[in-house]
């Protein structure tokens, strides 16, 4: 489903924006 892929996208750029340290 293309929404599940929408949400497990904005958990991947949440996760990112939550840990910057890691870039």
């Known amino acids: 489903d293309d ?3 929408l ?3 904005e ?3 949440k996760s990112e ?3 910057p ?3």
């Open 3 to 5: 929404e599940a892929t």
């Open 7 to 9: 949400d497990e996208e």
């Open 11 to 13: 958990e991947l750029a």
């Open 17 to 19: 924006m939550n840990d």
């Open 21 to 23: 340290i890691n870039e």
